[in-house]
Protein backbone atom coordinates (compact mmCIF):
# COMPACT_ATOMS: atom_id res chain seq x y z
CA UNK A 1 0.00 0.00 0.00
CA UNK A 2 0.88 3.14 -0.63
CA UNK A 3 0.01 6.02 1.81
CA UNK A 4 1.93 9.06 0.12
CA UNK A 5 2.75 10.82 -3.03
CA UNK A 6 4.75 13.65 -4.03
CA UNK A 7 4.50 15.52 -7.54
CA UNK A 8 5.35 18.77 -8.41
CA UNK A 9 3.11 21.11 -10.54
CA UNK A 10 4.91 21.64 -14.36
CA UNK A 11 6.83 25.15 -15.15
CA UNK A 12 6.19 27.03 -18.01
CA UNK A 13 9.17 25.99 -19.48
CA UNK A 14 8.13 22.55 -20.05
CA UNK A 15 8.60 23.28 -23.61
CA UNK A 16 12.64 23.07 -23.08
CA UNK A 17 12.52 19.87 -21.62
CA UNK A 18 14.38 17.14 -23.33
CA UNK A 19 13.01 14.94 -25.84
CA UNK A 20 13.66 12.49 -27.83
CA UNK A 21 10.44 12.97 -30.16
CA UNK A 22 10.79 16.71 -31.78
CA UNK A 23 8.29 15.36 -34.39
CA UNK A 24 5.22 15.45 -31.64
CA UNK A 25 5.44 18.79 -31.12
CA UNK A 26 6.22 21.09 -27.72
CA UNK A 27 4.01 20.43 -24.71
CA UNK A 28 0.78 22.76 -24.69
CA UNK A 29 1.62 24.43 -21.24
CA UNK A 30 -1.86 25.10 -19.94
CA UNK A 31 -2.90 21.69 -21.14
CA UNK A 32 -0.52 19.97 -19.13
CA UNK A 33 -1.46 21.93 -16.32
CA UNK A 34 -4.95 20.81 -16.56
CA UNK A 35 -3.56 17.31 -17.51
CA UNK A 36 -1.15 17.44 -14.02
CA UNK A 37 -4.87 18.49 -11.68
CA UNK A 38 -6.48 15.45 -13.66
CA UNK A 39 -3.61 13.76 -12.27
CA UNK A 40 -3.79 14.62 -8.75
CA UNK A 41 -7.25 13.71 -8.68
CA UNK A 42 -7.02 10.32 -10.01
CA UNK A 43 -3.85 9.51 -7.77
CA UNK A 44 -5.93 10.69 -4.68
CA UNK A 45 -9.11 8.75 -5.69
CA UNK A 46 -6.62 5.60 -4.76
CA UNK A 47 -6.82 6.80 -0.98
CA UNK A 48 -2.94 8.49 -1.45
CA UNK A 49 -2.16 11.81 0.72
CA UNK A 50 -0.93 14.07 -2.20
CA UNK A 51 2.04 16.77 -1.53
CA UNK A 52 1.82 19.11 -4.33
CA UNK A 53 4.83 20.86 -4.52
CA UNK A 54 5.22 24.29 -6.82
CA UNK A 55 6.88 24.93 -9.95
CA UNK A 56 10.39 25.52 -10.34
CA UNK A 57 11.42 27.23 -13.71
CA UNK A 58 15.02 26.69 -12.94
CA UNK A 59 14.20 23.27 -14.71
CA UNK A 60 11.84 22.97 -17.69
CA UNK A 61 11.85 19.27 -16.69
CA UNK A 62 11.58 19.26 -13.09
CA UNK A 63 7.93 18.16 -12.93
CA UNK A 64 9.52 14.71 -13.55
CA UNK A 65 10.25 14.02 -9.75
CA UNK A 66 10.10 10.35 -9.74
CA UNK A 67 13.78 10.70 -11.00
CA UNK A 68 14.96 12.85 -8.01
CA UNK A 69 14.70 9.93 -5.20
CA UNK A 70 13.70 6.14 -4.95
CA UNK A 71 11.64 6.24 -1.70
CA UNK A 72 11.34 2.58 0.02
CA UNK A 73 10.09 1.24 2.79
CA UNK A 74 12.64 1.46 5.06
CA UNK A 75 14.84 4.75 3.07
CA UNK A 76 14.87 7.14 1.00
CA UNK A 77 17.84 7.12 -1.49
CA UNK A 78 18.44 10.63 -3.35
CA UNK A 79 19.73 9.79 -6.48
CA UNK A 80 22.05 11.88 -8.78
CA UNK A 81 20.13 12.85 -11.80
CA UNK A 82 22.62 11.85 -14.97
CA UNK A 83 21.05 14.74 -17.50
CA UNK A 84 23.23 17.65 -16.82
CA UNK A 85 19.86 20.09 -17.36
CA UNK A 86 18.03 17.93 -14.16
CA UNK A 87 21.25 17.10 -12.21
CA UNK A 88 20.24 19.44 -9.56
CA UNK A 89 16.55 19.07 -9.63
CA UNK A 90 17.74 17.14 -5.71
CA UNK A 91 18.38 20.43 -4.58
CA UNK A 92 14.82 21.43 -3.92
CA UNK A 93 13.45 18.10 -3.32
CA UNK A 94 15.73 16.98 -0.86
CA UNK A 95 14.18 19.25 1.93
CA UNK A 96 10.56 18.06 1.24
CA UNK A 97 11.58 14.44 1.71
CA UNK A 98 13.28 15.07 4.94
CA UNK A 99 9.22 15.76 6.32
CA UNK A 100 8.66 11.99 5.37
CA UNK A 101 11.72 10.36 6.36
CA UNK A 102 14.69 10.92 9.38
CA UNK A 103 18.06 12.10 8.45
CA UNK A 104 19.76 8.77 9.73
CA UNK A 105 17.68 6.98 6.75
CA UNK A 106 18.57 9.15 3.58
CA UNK A 107 21.19 8.28 1.24
CA UNK A 108 22.24 9.92 -1.34
CA UNK A 109 24.18 8.49 -5.04
CA UNK A 110 27.33 10.39 -5.23
CA UNK A 111 29.53 11.53 -8.33
CA UNK A 112 30.81 9.72 -10.43
CA UNK A 113 27.62 7.55 -9.80
CA UNK A 114 24.66 8.66 -11.86
CA UNK A 115 20.75 7.49 -10.99
CA UNK A 116 17.67 8.32 -12.29
CA UNK A 117 14.58 6.60 -10.94
CA UNK A 118 12.71 5.84 -13.70
CA UNK A 119 15.38 3.70 -13.76
CA UNK A 120 14.22 1.80 -10.40
CA UNK A 121 11.30 -0.58 -10.46
CA UNK A 122 10.65 -2.00 -6.87
CA UNK A 123 8.93 -5.70 -6.76
CA UNK A 124 8.48 -5.96 -3.24
CA UNK A 125 11.93 -5.37 -1.65
CA UNK A 126 13.95 -6.10 -4.98
CA UNK A 127 14.58 -3.24 -7.31
CA UNK A 128 15.68 -4.09 -10.49
CA UNK A 129 17.95 -0.91 -11.81
CA UNK A 130 18.49 -0.78 -15.69
CA UNK A 131 21.81 0.94 -16.96
CA UNK A 132 20.67 3.48 -18.93
CA UNK A 133 22.07 6.68 -20.62
CA UNK A 134 21.24 8.53 -17.19
CA UNK A 135 22.51 5.52 -15.24
CA UNK A 136 25.32 4.64 -14.92
CA UNK A 137 27.70 1.32 -13.10
CA UNK A 138 28.58 3.22 -10.52
CA UNK A 139 25.65 4.49 -9.15
CA UNK A 140 24.03 1.20 -9.68
CA UNK A 141 27.26 -0.43 -7.70
CA UNK A 142 26.21 2.51 -4.73
CA UNK A 143 22.12 1.49 -5.22
CA UNK A 144 22.64 -1.98 -4.91
CA UNK A 145 24.90 -1.52 -1.44
CA UNK A 146 22.63 1.09 -0.02
CA UNK A 147 19.73 -1.23 -0.28
CA UNK A 148 21.42 -4.34 0.91
CA UNK A 149 22.56 -2.02 4.21
CA UNK A 150 18.50 -2.21 4.98
CA UNK A 151 17.83 -5.41 4.01
CA UNK A 152 16.56 -5.14 0.35
CA UNK A 153 18.08 -6.23 -2.62
CA UNK A 154 18.71 -4.80 -6.30
CA UNK A 155 20.22 -6.43 -9.07
CA UNK A 156 20.97 -4.68 -12.73
CA UNK A 157 18.62 -5.05 -15.85
CA UNK A 158 20.71 -3.84 -19.34
CA UNK A 159 18.80 -1.78 -21.51
CA UNK A 160 19.66 -0.41 -24.98
CA UNK A 161 16.49 0.85 -26.73
CA UNK A 162 14.48 3.00 -24.32
CA UNK A 163 15.12 6.36 -21.96
CA UNK A 164 14.63 4.99 -18.73
CA UNK A 165 13.53 0.61 -17.34
CA UNK A 166 10.19 2.38 -16.56
CA UNK A 167 9.50 3.25 -20.08
CA UNK A 168 9.28 -0.17 -21.35
CA UNK A 169 8.56 -2.15 -18.28
CA UNK A 170 5.96 -1.80 -15.23
CA UNK A 171 5.40 -3.77 -12.15
CA UNK A 172 1.46 -3.43 -11.16
CA UNK A 173 2.02 -6.20 -8.04
CA UNK A 174 -0.05 -9.58 -7.66
CA UNK A 175 3.03 -10.78 -10.35
CA UNK A 176 2.04 -9.25 -12.80
CA UNK A 177 4.24 -7.18 -15.16
CA UNK A 178 3.55 -4.67 -18.04
CA UNK A 179 6.45 -5.56 -20.60
CA UNK A 180 7.34 -4.25 -24.38
CA UNK A 181 9.85 -4.38 -26.66
CA UNK A 182 13.81 -5.38 -25.11
CA UNK A 183 11.97 -6.52 -21.91
CA UNK A 184 9.37 -9.01 -23.60
CA UNK A 185 11.78 -12.13 -23.51
CA UNK A 186 14.32 -10.34 -21.03
CA UNK A 187 15.36 -13.55 -18.94
CA UNK A 188 15.05 -11.68 -15.54
CA UNK A 189 11.06 -11.41 -15.95
CA UNK A 190 10.68 -14.94 -16.63
CA UNK A 191 8.81 -15.91 -13.37
CA UNK A 192 6.03 -12.96 -13.71
CA UNK A 193 2.60 -13.21 -15.36
CA UNK A 194 3.85 -11.00 -18.19
CA UNK A 195 1.47 -8.32 -20.39
CA UNK A 196 2.78 -7.77 -23.52
CA UNK A 197 2.16 -4.90 -24.63
CA UNK A 198 1.77 -4.24 -28.68
CA UNK A 199 4.45 -2.16 -30.12
CA UNK A 200 1.90 0.28 -31.23
CA UNK A 201 1.18 1.79 -27.68
CA UNK A 202 4.53 0.81 -26.14
CA UNK A 203 4.41 4.37 -25.11
CA UNK A 204 1.54 2.78 -22.38
CA UNK A 205 3.43 0.11 -21.02
CA UNK A 206 4.10 3.03 -18.26
CA UNK A 207 1.16 2.48 -16.19
CA UNK A 208 1.44 2.66 -12.74
CA UNK A 209 -0.43 0.57 -9.75
CA UNK A 210 -1.93 2.27 -6.59
CA UNK A 211 -3.82 0.25 -3.93
CA UNK A 212 -5.16 -2.13 -5.92
CA UNK A 213 -6.72 0.29 -9.31
CA UNK A 214 -3.94 0.87 -12.35
CA UNK A 215 -3.50 4.24 -13.83
CA UNK A 216 -3.37 3.87 -17.49
CA UNK A 217 -2.72 7.04 -20.35
CA UNK A 218 -5.76 7.85 -22.29
CA UNK A 219 -5.92 7.15 -25.82
CA UNK A 220 -4.44 3.76 -25.36
CA UNK A 221 -7.55 1.06 -25.71
CA UNK A 222 -5.63 -2.12 -26.29
CA UNK A 223 -3.27 -1.21 -22.98
CA UNK A 224 -6.60 -0.08 -21.08
CA UNK A 225 -8.60 -3.81 -22.37
CA UNK A 226 -5.18 -5.61 -21.10
CA UNK A 227 -5.20 -4.08 -17.69
CA UNK A 228 -8.94 -4.48 -17.20
CA UNK A 229 -8.53 -7.95 -18.61
CA UNK A 230 -5.80 -8.62 -15.99
CA UNK A 231 -8.52 -7.86 -13.42
CA UNK A 232 -8.18 -4.28 -12.17
CA UNK A 233 -9.64 -0.96 -11.69
CA UNK A 234 -8.88 1.15 -14.70
CA UNK A 235 -8.52 5.04 -14.03
CA UNK A 236 -7.50 6.77 -17.50
CA UNK A 237 -5.42 10.18 -17.61
CA UNK A 238 -4.67 11.37 -20.19
CA UNK A 239 -0.76 12.53 -20.49
CA UNK A 240 -0.53 14.04 -24.22
CA UNK A 241 1.53 16.38 -23.25
CA UNK A 242 4.19 15.13 -21.22
CA UNK A 243 4.67 12.69 -23.53
CA UNK A 244 6.00 15.00 -26.03
CA UNK A 245 8.92 15.14 -23.83
CA UNK A 246 8.82 11.41 -23.21
CA UNK A 247 7.02 11.51 -19.78
CA UNK A 248 4.65 9.33 -18.75
CA UNK A 249 2.56 8.34 -15.47
CA UNK A 250 5.47 7.27 -13.29
CA UNK A 251 7.72 9.85 -14.03
CA UNK A 252 4.78 12.65 -12.52
CA UNK A 253 4.77 11.45 -8.93
CA UNK A 254 7.02 9.73 -6.31
CA UNK A 255 4.82 7.07 -4.49
CA UNK A 256 5.60 5.47 -1.07
C1 LIG B 1 13.92 13.58 -19.42
O1 LIG B 1 14.42 13.35 -20.55
O2 LIG B 1 14.59 13.48 -18.39
C2 LIG B 1 12.50 14.03 -19.34
N1 LIG B 1 12.18 14.80 -20.50
C3 LIG B 1 11.58 12.84 -19.20
C4 LIG B 1 11.79 12.12 -17.90
C5 LIG B 1 10.91 10.93 -17.78
N2 LIG B 1 11.06 10.33 -16.51
C6 LIG B 1 10.91 9.04 -16.26
O3 LIG B 1 10.77 8.23 -17.18
N3 LIG B 1 11.02 8.65 -15.01
Redesign the pocket.
Known amino acids: MFRNVIVKKPCSRITE????APELGKPDYELALRQHAAYIEALKSCGVQVTVLEADENF??SC?V??TAVLTRKCAIITN?G?PS?NREVEAMIPVIRKFYSDDCIEYIKAPGTL????VMMVGDHFYVGRSA?TNAEGIRQFIAILEKYGLSGSEVELKEV??L??GVNYIENNNMLVSGEFIDKPDFAKYNKYVIPEEEAYAA?CIWVNGKVLVPANFPKVEQIVRNAGYEVILVDTSE?RK????L???SLRF
Open positions: GITSPDFEDPAREGGDRLHKTNYIDGGSCL
